[in-house]
């Protein structure tokens, strides 16, 4: 993987179905021998700043850890070498909802703004699954700076690996019931999807929705992601 590959991606068919949807579809992102690779990363106990297991929380069940600075190189990789295509959606976004445009060019001028406003915790985190297991429906924020997309990846085999444990969109719209999204995903694929609220085309204009994801119960196996988010915690 390298800057090249992000170039090469039809940003413009990414860039309608986040419009249209909220989600759009990366199909493999990453190599099997590249899942494993990060997958394998859960069990080695450094790289890693915190664990969480969502039970302790009422998240769902199952855990997670947060990485470390600094990043295993696929990671940051990803991380930086996708922000320059997302922020111009970022703040097409901030522009249709009747904010200020105020994402830079570049990740690393808009790290620096999270770490002066104290959101110095790296976010990029490793999930795993076993049978039962789910993760509710939420948000990942964790302050004030808060880029508007994030990116999810499936390290597992759906129905080799695990079974169930579906990635799920909800979507609430103003006075209406919410939407929901299974969004398909097989080993190594990627999914970039909205954060928390973005705008919706509608009769009289744009307004805005709010959504939140989650992970359905796994049925059996063991389920591995990679969440991929763009602003530090605080």
């Known amino acids: ?16 179905g986040l419009d249209e949807d909220g989600w759009a579809l990366l ?11 990060i997958s394998g990363f859960y069990d080695a106990g450094s790289g890693f700043r915190s664990r969480v297991v969502m039970a302790r929380h009422g998240f769902g069940r199952g855990e997670y850890r947060y990485f470390s600075y600094p ?6 990789e990803m991380r930086a070498g996708l922000y320059p295509y997302l922020a111009p959606i970022a703040n097409r976004w ?3 909802m009747g904010q200020a445009a105020c994402f830079p060019d570049d990740h690393p001028s808009f790290l620096a703004r999270c770490h002066a406003a104290g959101q110095t915790r790296p976010t990029p985190l490793l999930l795993r699954y076993g049978p039962e297991d789910y993760n509710c429906l939420h948000q990942d924020l964790y302050g004030a700076q808060v880029f508007p997309i994030q ?9 080799a690996d695990f079974t169930g444990g579906e990635f799920v969109l909800t979507e609430q719209r103003p006075r209406m019931q919410s939407r929901v999204e299974v969004v398909p995903l097989q080993q190594g694929d990627g999914v970039l999807f909205a ?3 973005r705008p919706r085309r509608g009769l009289r204009g744009d307004y805005r929705v709010t959504l939140r994801h989650g992970v359905s119960r796994i049925r ?14 605080a």
Request: net charge neutral; aromatic share 4%; hydrophobic share 45%.
């Open 1 to 16: 993987m390298g800057p090249g590959m992000f170039s090469e991606l039809d940003w413009s068919g990414l860039a309608r």
């Open 27 to 37: 199909p493999g992102l990453l190599d099997a021998a590249q899942c494993r690779s």
């Open 71 to 76: 990043l295993p190189p696929l990671v940051a």
């Open 94 to 96: 901030c522009e249709r």
């Open 151 to 159: 990116l999810a990846i499936l390290l597992s085999r759906p129905q």
């Open 195 to 197: 954060v928390n609220q």
């Open 220 to 233: 059996s196996g063991s389920r591995h992601a990679l969440g991929v988010i763009f602003h530090d915690a």
